[in-house]
């Protein structure tokens, strides 16, 4: 330990940069990801504004079970099923993928579509399931 402040107060604008670095690749990874929710305030969303979720997962995933009312369009048809979504616009829009990664670039997708606003399940079914939240599975 007694080394790395030595290190760090002998290459103290090595070490500035480093950390600024560091920081800004994390700020940029968030915001092309886009704005994320956690599946608590998610639940609140849908009770309260009546949120819309998008199911973006394949459907031999979504057929593992999904969210009460969230609607499945694959994100490899996403653009060209995007106006079956058009109506909810206006309203808070939650998308939901296996792990929260791929939603991102579905969300992106959506915010250039001209939805106003537009969320990413963080920790996606996964996390939902984790958090022992109900789903709905095909008999």
């Known amino acids: 330990m007694e080394q790395l402040i030595e290190f760090a107060s002998n290459h103290f604008m090595l070490v500035a940069a ?3 670095t560091l920081i800004l690749i994390i700020w ?9 929710v956690s599946p608590a ?5 849908i ?10 997962r394949t459907k031999k995933e ?10 499945h369009i694959p994100v490899a048809d996403l653009s060209r099923r995007i106006t079956e979504i058009e109506k909810f616009k206006s309203r808070p829009v939650i998308v939901v993928c296996n792990l929260g ?3 991102g670039s579905a969300s992106k997708q959506l ?10 399940l963080q920790g996606g079914i996964t996390e939902w399931k ?8 095909k008999a």
């Open 28 to 36: 940029s990874e968030g915001q092309r990801a886009g704005k994320s």
């Open 130 to 137: 984790g958090q022992n939240l109900p789903i709905v599975k």
């Open 18 to 20: 480093w950390v600024l």
């Open 101 to 103: 990664q791929v939603a």
């Open 47 to 56: 009770n309260k504004q009546d949120a819309v979720l998008i199911d973006i």
């Open 111 to 120: 915010k250039a579509a001209g939805f106003e606003n537009v969320m990413r």
């Open 62 to 71: 979504w057929d593992t079970g999904y969210i009460t009312g969230s609607r």
């Open 41 to 45: 305030i998610a639940t609140q969303l």
